[in-house]
């Protein structure tokens, strides 16, 4: 399966070529995941985030731990390796291990859910500085590409970006330490267990270790390596929330993290960093099909009123449920 790769190239202006959007929308309904250029972040800006996101995982583990999450409530502040698996396991089934740190930043408007920040470090105010600038010009793309999918089916205009406007999605810096070959080869060690994002759309930035796979819609169960040249370059994402509100118009895919296909067992793969923008509903937002897809919903089996709980409620839930007791 080859990615869709489209050129958003005039997105701040909502001035996309036709088919352009036409491509993202059949891409997202089919794969639910594209490569893009043009995105509207700069080399230096995607340069200077990982170079943060480095130097933030370098730091002794007593600063990092200052910033320590919360078990409750959503993805706020670090977790250290072991504190967090995102793939949940069917109550039969051998549990599933996830190998990697992470560190979230919410909106720096969030006085509900609060980041804890680092303390402790000479270059933890500076820090701070750049994520939360870095966080808004995530949240001005991620309304500029909900407008887009407004006017392209036919939306009043709002419609999306209404139910997006509190700032309640996240940040995340992902690392994952160098690890053997074999270990990731038991079925139970990854890099990231098998999952659905979920939050409306997700805004990834990868180096080049690679080890993403996504579900092939047509095997399911089947994955399939999504290659990354450079950090540059952004892969968008379909999350549960925005799958639900189109009636699977737009379908959220499972992905994983892995070894690469040409990795050796006997060998050690390289550490990886990732930083991903999860894009998320209102707190008090309906994850129910929106009117206009209840059609849609319909035609794929989806209720259409049982959904009741709030986009907290479910973003809260999936927290809990993924983090280690």
Not at 172 to 184: N, S
Not at 194 to 213: A, K, N, P, W, Y
Request: glycine share 8%; net charge negative.
């Amino acid at each position: 399966m080859a990615q869709a790769c489209i050129d958003l190239a005039g997105l701040e202006n909502a001035d996309i070529e036709r088919e352009q959007v036409a491509n993202l929308v059949q891409a997202f309904g089919r794969y639910g995941v594209v490569k893009v250029k043009n995105h509207g972040f700069s080399d230096q800006q995607l340069e200077q985030l990982f170079a943060w996101s480095k130097e933030f995982f370098s730091w002794p583990e007593l600063v990092k731990e200052s910033a320590n999450r919360k078990r409750t409530g959503p993805f706020r502040g670090y977790a250290g390796v072991g504190l967090e698996s995102i793939g949940v396991p069917a109550p039969d089934s051998v549990a599933m291990k996830d190998v990697k740190e992470s560190f979230d930043c919410g909106s720096p408007k969030d006085q509900r859910y609060p980041t804890p920040w680092p303390c402790g470090h000479a270059r933890c105010g500076e820090f701070r500085v750049f994520m939360q600038d870095f966080y808004q010009d995530c949240e001005r793309v991620h309304g500029q590409l909900l407008t887009l999918f407004e006017q392209a089916f036919g939306l009043r205009a709002g419609d999306l970006c209404e139910l997006c406007s509190e700032g309640n999605g996240e940040v995340r810096l992902a690392y994952y330490p160098e690890i053997p070959v074999a270990e990731l080869r038991t079925g139970t060690t990854f890099r990231i267990a098998e999952h659905r994002d979920i939050g409306v759309l997700t805004l990834l930035f990868q180096d080049s270790i690679g080890g993403l796979e996504t579900e092939d819609p047509d095997r399911p169960g089947h994955f399939l390596p999504v290659s990354s040249a450079h950090p540059r370059e952004m892969l968008l994402m379909v999350g549960e929330t925005l799958d639900r509100w189109t009636g699977q118009t737009f379908r959220s895919i499972k992905h994983r993290v892995k070894d690469p296909p040409d990795s050796q067992v006997g060998s050690i793969l390289s550490e990886r960093y990732a930083v991903g923008f999860f894009g998320k509903a209102n707190s008090a937002a309906s994850i129910a099909p929106l009117p206009s897809f209840h059609v849609a919903a319909s035609n794929k089996g989806r209720s259409l009123g049982d959904e009741s709980e709030t986009a907290q409620e479910f973003y809260n839930l999936a927290h809990e449920q993924t983090t280690a007791t």
